[in-house]
């Protein structure tokens, strides 16, 4: 195995909390005036990002997934709220979380953890559960992003259970995609 790999820890919604969302998100002016709203297929809740790592710490990285996962139980989640943080170029549209928020913290503080112990670099930026919408682009009105916030803060999708974490893989492009490398189910006590 050579090379380097872009990673993330993450959960993936269902598809029944994502076409949830869906039809809330078609209706923002966001989803026609931004340069890059997310594809749906790429909809997912980072748990730590991980940058770029040489291929053959894949396993170690795969391991500490899983010690952080074997010590969560099943999380019971919701997609609500959201609104936008970031400036300029930066700047992003999310969904936040709803429901078991304090165990999804928990999940990302033992991932890190996890990815301490074994030398794995992460990105240490508090943590802040979302799930992106839409990346920086041309903008819109401020009269249309603030209808846009007041539809997502009042946001909230059907409950889900996340029973498992996965470690993604992430191809930039023209055509971006996230390629699973591993995945961990969650067996802790409740």
Do not use: C, K
């Not at 170690?60 to 074997?70: C, F, H, N």
């Not at 165990?103 to 979302?130: C, K, M, Q, S, V």
């Amino acid at each position: 195995m050579t090379g380097r790999r872009r990673l993330f820890a993450a959960l993936r919604p269902p598809v029944t909390a994502i076409t949830h969302l869906t039809e809330v998100v078609e209706e923002l002016h966001v989803a026609e005036a931004w340069r890059r709203v997310l594809r749906h297929d790429l909809w997912h809740v980072t748990v730590a990002y991980v940058g770029d790592l040489p291929a053959e710490r894949l396993p170690e990285a795969t391991g500490a997934m899983a010690e952080a996962a074997a010590e969560t139980p099943p999380l019971t989640l919701a997609l609500a709220g959201g609104g936008r943080f970031g400036r300029g170029r930066s700047n992003i549209v999310y969904t936040g979380l709803a429901a078991d928020v304090a165990g999804l913290t928990r999940l990302a503080e033992r991932t890190r953890t996890a990815f301490r112990a074994a030398g794995i670099p992460y990105d240490e930026r508090p943590y802040r559960p979302h799930l992106t919408l839409a990346g920086a682009g041309a903008g819109i009105g401020n009269a249309e992003s603030a209808e846009d916030l007041v539809r997502l803060r009042r946001y909230r999708g059907p409950d889900w259970t996340a029973d498992r974490i996965g470690l993604y893989h992430s191809h930039a492009g023209d055509t971006p995609h996230y390629e699973p490398v591993a995945e961990a189910p969650f067996t802790g006590a409740a």
